[in-house]
């Protein structure tokens, strides 16, 4: 079974703070994405890699960055976290190339920012 | 831009019921759709996924269908069970893109 990790389930920053949420998957997946979740707004994606250090922007990239060195891991940086980022974190891989394959979420990090 | 749009958006029905959830997607050139099961607080988890070549798929007491012309997925659950109250989540792959497009959701309440 595909199994996606991440680092934290909850998480409680101080406004201003570099906020670092690890994502890892063990099934050498090339597609790897982050997605925040919203009431009322749903899955809305921020960015997503097709491979080690290859990234693309999605909806929301604004106040966030990534990082792929590792085919295994995706981490998503907030560099100066604010409250509109209060939110919950969703990490997904994909087999990738042309498969139309299932996507595998991780258990989510729900990230507080005071 | 493919938009994906998921009706109704909550429903509550008494244990034992058949029901239909609704999935309309507005580019009918798709890859795949697949459905997700979301419990509260956790990641999401994929249900069944149906290929663009595909007319349904079925998993134990859950069947989902594909009408590409039309653009309509129906995730039909029979004989439900408290255990099913979640959301439930459509995606779409497609319009040349691998990057899902992800509905909204229905938020499904079982009650005995």
């Known amino acids: 079974d595909v199994k996606v990790t991440q680092s934290s389930r909850y998480l409680v920053k101080r406004t201003g703070e570099k906020v670092f949420l690890e994502c890892v998957q063990d099934?050498?997946?090339?597609?790897m994405f982050w997605y925040r979740q919203d009431p009322g707004l749903g899955l809305r994606l921020i960015y997503f890699s097709y491979d080690v250090k290859m990234k693309e922007k999605g909806d929301i990239p604004e106040g966030y960055s990534v990082s792929r060195e590792k085919k295994e891991r995706f981490s998503l940086i907030l560099e100066s976290a604010s409250t509109n980022q209060t939110s919950m974190y969703l990490c997904a891989s994909s087999l990738g190339g042309e498969s139309t394959d299932t996507q595998y979420f991780g258990p989510g990090t729900r990230l507080t920012v005071l | 831009k493919q938009e994906v749009t998921q009706i109704p958006a909550a429903l509550s029905v008494p244990e034992g019921e058949n029901l239909v959830l609704n999935c309309s997607f507005t580019d009918s050139a798709i890859y795949n759709l697949q459905w997700f099961r979301q419990d509260p607080g956790k990641g999401l988890t994929s249900l069944l996924l149906i290929q663009s070549s595909q007319r349904e798929q079925t998993s134990g007491r859950l069947n989902a269908s594909l009408d590409k012309s039309s653009g309509r997925s129906t995730l039909y659950i029979a004989a439900s069970q408290p255990g099913d109250s979640a959301t439930y989540l459509c995606a779409v792959e497609g319009g040349g893109s691998y990057i899902p497009t992800f509905g909204r959701g229905t938020s499904l309440i079982v009650h005995p």
């Open positions: 099934m050498d997946h090339e597609n």
